[in-house]
């Protein structure tokens, strides 16, 4: 502690403090921080690692060791890859959070110290001034005070504070300064309570809803395969060693494996690419829910506007000029005081090169007369300039039009103060200033363009409902203006609301099955960031609203907000090709392993060489992460039904190409097992095939593909094709039937084309 020369003071003795510092704990809210080896090992702990799981242990106690090893290697590369980028971001995050300790000064021993904020204990008495920031809630009993709470309470104008009345912890004082007794530390703060609610608040993840639907349906399928082929067996009396193999293949087959690991790339990819423009993921599910983002509820203060006072309007009374109105409004001005009012009239006046008379005398603002005034010479006289409550100068100046035209100020929300300078005892009234609080420069343009998007645009205030509809005119919010007693109402603008309401407000538009994304900067805003499956934190953001937001802007603006809805929407246009090609993928590997077993009484493909298709296919088509897309215009969601329809249409005509295979391989009177290196090169080229035909919605040379993904498919080509001409793991195929297999899979693709751009119409509209 360092002791400072001060007064002496009546406060709680080092020893008491100390007692009390033991009993209630320190002056912080404690952050809940998980593992990282408990955190990796929730990976596994969800639906589709838990089939693979399964499969895994049956396979192990078959003593099928590549299959086995096959599937541990997916388990592990999903949970790596999806721990690593999460990892990442939160310490990015940790960095941003990294900030000085607050001091504060407090009376102990019967003289004045400082000490840090966290060893406030209750019953302390504290001193604070201009610039410092509230270490506790307490009780001011000496001094006046001017505070800036917006970070608590989303009021963008200070508050004064005096005598009897509470000054709450994280406020920031603007001006004076108090002394006061704290009656409130760590979670038992106005601060910490708001904290404790961000942790009761949390979204469901929506993507692990979209592959649990597509699992059920294919793993439907599967059961009804695996039952026709066990009554088979059971009829021709087969060995169950044989069967029960093929069967656990067609689980492999069947469950998306690479699907969640396929969805964390493209959701990483993205997240690196976003930060880039400022915009840091902390949860990568966001980057999909972003995608489907219906309704945006964005915080007024500090983030569609700048947090600060600026002059609005004008009027000035007759015989008089804006120059000379504004000059005597500087001259009861003075940068030195920090007050918001008085900086917005001096950069008004910076900004049109003003110049008043030299001030010989200056009194700041007192809330008890509610008025600064400045005195300067003019013609040998003393003149005073005088700026402050429209009714008190106005009655200072005995005019009688004051109050109609600051009513008239005041409707657009606005805080309006009169002007008034004259000889001394004789000031007259020269017109009245109206200071808001101005949007920021691309608030207007961003919420335009979100709304071209389909995203519904809230704006969601702590102010009284005419500033709210003055800012919501200037940023083209169209629709109701709503107080808190109509949260529950379709509206555009959410006015006079408290930090608990925001929270309920998102809460309500999820159960009307919206998803819906949330901007904010305080610690008010927290509760309702960690609810909202988009919770967006903006630049100025404080500590607590970064650690409870889902994506956290480090530039200042609100373009980082529009770019994760692009790249959120060109993900899901990614990963609906992905999903589509893996479910006409299983669909076709499935029925042709089980209908060729059921017809021809024998495998078409060795279960080695259709977990081999797995590598083939799968990993290669996750290349799809970086591929060229156009995002979607309108919000995206998932319609698992038609998806599966549509995929299921398109899996039958690729089931027609590969029983073609097989019968034109028979016909060619291969043997066996070069027959089923035929059937997996089938299966291998049709998948790639399939590909480039379901990425475009419209024909597939609409737009071309990416670097990755053509890269990728012509290795594959190449290293299967090898491994078939040379017979590793596989019997050989001559190459010329190879060539011809291949030219056949692109004519067949080219004729698909032209009956598959009408049926994936249904899945953008």
């Not at 504070?161 to 406020?171: D, E, I, M």
């Not at 690419?273 to 829910?289: F, I, N, P, S």
């Not at 949007?439 to 702590?462: F, H, N, S, Y």
């Not at 802007?553 to 060109?570: H, K, M, Q, S």
């Amino acid at each position: 502690m360092n002791a400072t020369v001060t007064p002496s003071c009546t406060g709680l003795s080092q020893a008491d403090a100390q007692k009390l510092l033991e009993q209630i704990g320190p002056n912080e809210v404690a952050e809940k921080k998980e593992k990282p080896w408990k955190l990796f090992l929730l990976k596994f702990w969800a639906p589709v690692p838990w089939m693979l799981e399964a499969t895994f242990v049956l396979e192990a106690v078959l003593q099928k060791w590549p299959e086995t090893i096959v599937i541990a290697l997916l388990l592990l590369f999903n949970g790596i890859l999806s721990f690593s980028q999460e990892r990442k971001a939160q310490n990015a995050l940790s960095l941003l959070r990294e900030r000085l300790r607050i001091q504060a000064k407090v009376c102990r021993d019967g003289s004045w110290t400082e000490v840090p904020a966290s060893e406030l204990v209750p019953g302390d008495l504290v001193h604070v001034r201009m610039g410092d920031i509230v270490p506790a809630d307490m009780t001011v009993s000496d001094g006046q005070v001017s505070v800036d709470q917006s970070a608590l309470t989303g009021e963008s104008m200070p508050v004064e504070v005096g005598p009897a009345k509470t000054l709450y912890s994280a406020a920031i004082i603007r001006r004076g300064e108090a002394t006061g007794t704290v009656t409130a530390t760590g979670s038992r703060s106005y601060f910490g309570k708001t904290a404790e609610l961000v942790r009761s608040a949390g979204s469901k993840s929506h993507l692990e809803e979209l592959v649990l639907s597509i699992v059920r349906y294919l793993v439907a399928m599967d059961v009804l395969l695996v039952v026709a082929i066990l009554t088979y067996a059971m009829v021709e009396n087969l060995p169950i060693g044989t069967i029960l193999p093929f069967a656990l293949i067609l689980l492999v087959a069947s469950v998306p494996v690479a699907l969640p690991a396929t969805f964390t790339l493209a959701t990483a990819i993205a997240s690196l690419h976003l930060a880039h423009r400022g915009v840091l993921v902390t949860r990568l599910a966001a980057v999909e829910e972003a995608a489907a983002m219906r309704d945006l509820c964005s915080d007024k203060t500090g983030t569609l506007t700048q947090n600060r006072l600026s002059l609005a309007a004008l009027d000035v009374w007759d015989g008089h000029s804006k120059e000379e109105l504004l000059e005597m409004a500087l001259v009861a001005s003075d940068a030195s005081t920090q007050d918001p009012i008085d900086l917005a009239i001096l950069a008004e006046t910076q900004k049109q090169h003003l110049v008043p008379p030299a001030r010989v005398d200056f009194v700041p603002f007192d809330p008890a007369t509610k008025r600064s005034e400045g005195t300067f010479q003019k013609e040998g006289q003393v003149y005073r300039a005088l700026k402050g409550s429209p009714q008190v100068i106005a009655a200072y100046c005995q005019d009688t039009q004051w109050q109609e035209r600051t009513e008239r100020l005041a409707k657009t929300g606005a805080r309006v103060l009169a002007v008034a300078a004259g000889p001394d005892g004789h000031p007259t009234l020269l017109g009245l200033l109206a200071l808001a609080d101005p949007i920021r420069p691309d608030a207007k343009e961003v919420v335009g363009k979100l709304q071209e998007l389909g995203v519904t645009v809230r704006m969601v205030t702590g102010d009284s409902a005419p500033t709210a509809e003055s800012v919501a005119k200037e940023l083209g919010l169209v629709g109701a203006i709503c107080d808190r007693e109509k949260l529950g109402n379709d509206c555009a603008v959410y006015a006079g609301v408290f930090p608990a309401d925001k929270f309920h407000l998102v809460q309500g538009l999820q159960k009307r099955n919206s998803i819906v994304g949330m901007t904010g900067d305080g610690v008010n805003d927290a509760p309702a960031l960690k609810q909202a499956e988009m919770g967006v934190a903006v630049e100025s953001a404080t500590d607590v609203a970064k650690a409870a937001a889902s994506l956290v802007l480090t530039t200042p603006g609100l373009e980082g907000v529009l770019d994760a809805v692009i790249a959120g929407r060109r993900v899901y246009q990614r990963m609906l090709t992905y999903t589509l090609n893996k479910i006409v993928k299983v669909f076709q590997v499935a029925i042709f392993l089980s209908l060729g077993f059921l017809l021809f009484h024998r495998f078409v493909v060795t279960p080695l060489l259709v977990l081999l298709l797995l590598f083939a296919n799968d990993f290669v088509t996750m290349s799809l992460a970086e591929d060229h897309v156009q995002p979607s215009k309108k919000p995206d969601r998932w319609a698992v039904r038609t998806l599966v329809i549509s995929s299921l249409a398109i899996a039958v005509a690729w089931l027609v190409y590969i029983f073609a295979v097989y019968w034109i391989g028979s016909a060619a009177h291969l043997s066996l097992d070069s027959l089923q290196t035929l059937d997996f090169l089938g299966l291998v080229f049709s998948g790639l095939a399939n590909v480039f035909l379901v990425r475009e919605r419209h024909h597939l040379w609409a737009s071309l593909p990416g670097t990755f993904l053509l890269t990728a498919s012509l290795i594959d080509i190449l290293v299967v094709s090898g491994m078939a001409v040379c017979g590793w793991i596989m019997s050989p195929v001559p190459w010329e039937y190879i060539a011809i297999l291949l030219l056949a899979t692109i004519a067949y693709t080219l004729f698909l084309d032209q009956i598959k751009v009408p049926m994936l119409r249904r899945l953008t509209r």
